[in-house]
């Protein structure tokens, strides 16, 4: 066996012998550590914090096992902690069993089975308590993500919708058919971004959610399909969209993730134009070779302030009031990135345009 | 009161049509002489600042709270730092849709926030308050 996947054990006794006899003794099963003394054995605490089983005999010249444990256990909560004892120290081992300071006590003189039952036994109980924290930490994140989302949803859903009753209010007492119309194009404003928050919703929940499906990623195919509603989109504000794909070998990844890359890049890119510019452009660079594929995607639009860059990915962030937008987009294009292990970089500078370079690995495997 | 004094007011929110509603409404009221909205607040800050304000002329400020960049707690806590000279010319009102309790609370905590409003802004709320002008 592998000797990162041994069970790791401290062994503390202040008899060399007894060190070196139960490290050769069970050196091959484990991995064994050994600390002659309370100094030693802090040493190994902090240098492997993956110890799972710590066995303490209880007489030492300077301090017993039963209170050694007792200090350490605070700063070193998760190790499992046995103590080895004589018959004589049993007073001792009860009030350390009591006060929660050890799992469970080793008769002296143990035998080989003993030590080995009772590290497999204390190993369970470290794994599934320790599962317990890792996932209790993790109920805690979502939870905590779950606070704030609802606070922004709240915020995003109603928002739109109370503009539109606003709107609606206004319009009953307007006669100017002209007045009427410019408020219809804005309400129809107000409820396409709602719509966009629901959808760029669902993609989040699948993200974080859906499971991924390695399948083979025709990047002609997708850009064509992007063309085909961004060039609408880009007649009508006047935006060129020109993409180039160099794609000549098998490409696997998630094609939701990809598309969800794409669109959210596209879609930005587009809506950060500047209002009056000429030549105003988005283009995609795609490039797949060894295993690897190259998404470039530049526009000459509005750029992004160098203080706002470093949070752009934060979800619900928004740099700019400029352009109506859920905080999201970007988000879930990082978080579908992370998840296909992929990175992402964004080079930018105010009133020039802003560049995405995405780099995505060959999944072949299932994930 | 007595003599019908107008006033100046200032609209800060991110979303154009918000903006647009309220200039509506503030408009039909009759009692305002000059409505400038802003889509952002930092636009508005230094709109106040560099403005010399006319000594009988009052002006109502109406902010929203979630708003990128600058948002609305923000713009209060910057535009209370403006000194009284500036300040006893604007009244704040916040404006939202907001129903977080923790937002509503904070704004209790503003001396230069007179009100919370909840939006959709309608002009019978915004007649109300202006009846004290």
Redesign the interface.
């Known amino acids: 066996m592998n000797n990162k996947n041994k069970i790791k054990v401290l062994y503390i006794d202040d008899e060399q012998n007894n060190l070196v006899g139960f490290k050769a003794t069970f050196r091959f099963d484990y991995n064994i550590l050994i600390a002659i003394d309370t100094d030693q054995a802090y040493n190994h605490l902090k240098a492997h914090p993956d110890i799972s089983v710590i066995l303490c005999d209880q007489r030492m010249p300077e301090i017993t096992g039963s209170i050694f444990f007792e200090e350490m256990k605070d700063r070193y909560p998760d190790p499992v902690r046995m103590l080895i004892t004589g018959y004589s120290d049993i007073e001792s081992v009860i009030d350390a069993v009591n006060k929660g300071h050890i799992y469970r006590y080793i008769k002296k003189p143990w035998t080989d089975a003993d030590i080995r039952s009772a590290i497999e036994e204390g190993n369970k109980y470290y794994i599934s308590t320790s599962m317990l924290a890792v996932k209790n930490k993790e109920l805690q994140a979502a939870y905590d993500e779950l606070g704030k989302f609802t606070y922004s949803v709240t915020h995003d859903l109603r928002g739109p919708l109370l503009s539109v009753i606003g709107a609606i209010d206004l319009a009953k007492n307007m006669d100017d058919l002209t007045e009427i119309r410019s408020l219809l194009n804005m309400m129809d404003d107000a409820v396409k971004k709602l719509d966009e928050f629901i959808r760029n919703t669902h993609e989040y929940y699948n993200l974080k959610r859906g499971k991924l499906i390695f399948e083979k990623i025709d990047f002609n195919k997708l850009m064509a399909d992007a063309a085909s509603i961004f060039n609408i989109a880009g007649r009508m504000d006047n935006v060129h969209f020109i993409s180039k794909v160099d794609q000549d070998e098998d490409f696997y990844s998630d094609e939701n993730s990809i598309k969800i890359i794409l669109n959210n890049l596209f879609s930005n890119a587009f809506k950060f134009q500047k209002k009056n510019g000429s030549e105003k452009f988005v283009s995609t660079n795609i490039n797949i070779s060894n295993g690897n594929a190259e998404i470039i995607v530049k526009d000459n639009g509005i750029g992004i302030d160098e203080s706002h860059i470093n949070k752009i990915f934060t979800m619900f962030y928004r740099a700019t009031s400029d352009e109506p937008g859920s905080g999201f987009g970007l988000y879930n294009v990082k978080d579908a990135i992370t998840r296909l292990g992929g990175t992402i970089k964004v080079e930018s500078a105010l009133n020039e345009g802003t560049t995405f370079i995405v780099s995505l690995p060959s999944k072949e495997t299932e994930p | 009161m007595g003599n019908i004094k107008k006033l100046n007011f200032i609209v800060i929110d991110?979303?154009?049509?918000?903006c647009?509603?309220a200039e509506?409404?503030i408009t039909?009221t009759g009692k305002c002489d000059d409505v400038v909205s802003f889509?952002?607040a930092e636009q508005a800050l230094e709109s106040i600042i560099s403005t010399e304000q006319a000594p009988h002329l009052h002006t109502i400020i109406l902010v929203d709270i979630?708003?990128?960049?600058m948002n609305g707690f923000q713009f209060i806590e910057a535009f209370e730092k403006l000194g009284t000279d500036v300040i006893r010319n604007y009244t704040i009102f916040v404006i939202s849709?907001?129903?977080?309790e923790n937002d509503l609370k904070r704004v209790d905590n503003y001396t230069s926030v007179k009100q919370f409003l909840n939006?959709?802004?309608?002009s019978n709320v915004l007649g109300a308050l202006l009846s004290q002008y």
């Open positions: 991110d979303s154009k049509l918000d647009f509603i509506k409404v039909n889509v952002s979630q708003m990128p960049v849709s907001s129903i977080n939006k959709p802004l309608n």
